[in-house]
């Protein structure tokens, strides 16, 4: 999983609440075998209509969305957050998120930020009246800022959000769940070490 300490990149706004996993990637893509190749197939349905928002050229290219209320809900399908990621987006802020998606966000490598709602309003107003502006997310400090340049917002300023602390150290140091577990590889070849020769013994298929 690649590390995530600070992004800088447009910000899309998706003024939608309750958007749920099949909207986000549709069930007719889910038929893939592989965990990459969703990023064409992101918010699919909605695409099909030429005024859809995030496909103005102002916003392609975008690596933060901003978004409404619930953002994630439905179904547990981890393609929702593969797909964001693979769409360029690394973070995703919104007031809150469905339990699911936001941990597969956070175990995907995709940053779910909540902020308060008029927070979040101000962020979408901000991206919606100046197109192509620029927000940077700092994991590290954990704070939004958005550009001195941009129109409608205050020069300077800053959003704080606060984040799980094992997530966000996993997060900062790229460990996905395998990295966590190799993390113990020593202590594990230690207990492997220990046990009766009949018993089964992890072997190393990288040799």
């Not at 300490?5 to 986000?24: H, K, S």
């Not at 969703?38 to 030429?50: C, H, S």
């Not at 995703?92 to 956070?106: L, Q, R, T």
């Amino acid at each position: 999983m690649e590390p995530f300490t600070r992004a800088t990149g447009v910000l899309a706004p998706l003024d939608r609440a309750n958007v749920d996993t099949d909207q986000i990637i549709p069930k007719q893509f889910l038929k893939r075998i592989e965990r990459t190749g969703y990023g064409p197939f992101l918010f699919y349905d909605w695409r099909r209509n030429a005024e859809f928002i995030l496909d103005k050229p102002e916003y392609r290219g975008a690596s933060v969305l901003v978004t409404g209320e619930n953002f994630g809900c439905g179904s547990s399908r981890e393609h929702a957050a593969w797909s964001l990621l693979e769409a360029g987006f690394r973070a995703v802020i919104a007031p809150s998120f469905g339990d699911i998606f936001k941990s597969n966000s956070f175990r995907s490598g995709l940053l779910p930020i909540e902020l308060p709602q008029p927070a979040v309003r101000q962020l979408i107003d901000l991206a919606i009246e100046d197109p192509g502006v620029e927000v940077t997310v700092d994991l590290e400090a954990q704070v939004v800022s958005v550009g001195e340049g941009s129109r409608g917002a205050p020069a300077g300023l800053l959003l704080r959000f606060s984040t799980d602390p094992f997530f966000r150290e996993c997060l900062l140091n790229g460990w996905d769940e395998i990295a966590l577990t190799l993390r113990q590889e020593a202590d594990i070849a230690r207990f492997e070490g220990t046990r009766p020769a009949w018993l089964p013994a992890i072997r190393d298929h990288t040799a």
